[in-house]
């Protein structure tokens, strides 16, 4: 079973910073979409994702982010990722991901 999704969020000026912790995967990816696609749809700021508690994310979570980042790019806004763990920084160069996001 996974672990629970907690999402702590705080507004800047400029920015919308999301800590996320807990564990992505097919149980918990529609929270992340729900909660990443809300804040697009309802702000005019890039987003920055803190990942230090991140645990785990899979291909499903993985894709919900690169949809996410499409959405807010339609809206010349951005999605930047800080605090990658070393699993999950594998991930994101195995996959390309890191590529695509902007990583701090």
Known sequence: MASELIFREKQNSD???????GEVD???????????????????????LDFKDLTYIDSTGL???????????EKDRNIKIS????????LFLITGLDKLFLIE
């Open 63 to 73: 894709g919900i982010l690169v949809g996410a980042l499409k959405k807010a790019r």
């Open 15 to 21: 920015l919308i910073d999301v800590a996320i912790s």
């Open 26 to 48: 097919i149980y918990t990816s529609q929270q992340l979409k729900d909660k990443l696609y809300s804040l697009i749809d309802q702000n005019d700021s890039d987003i920055r």
């Open 83 to 90: 605090n990658l763990r070393g699993n999950i920084h594998k």
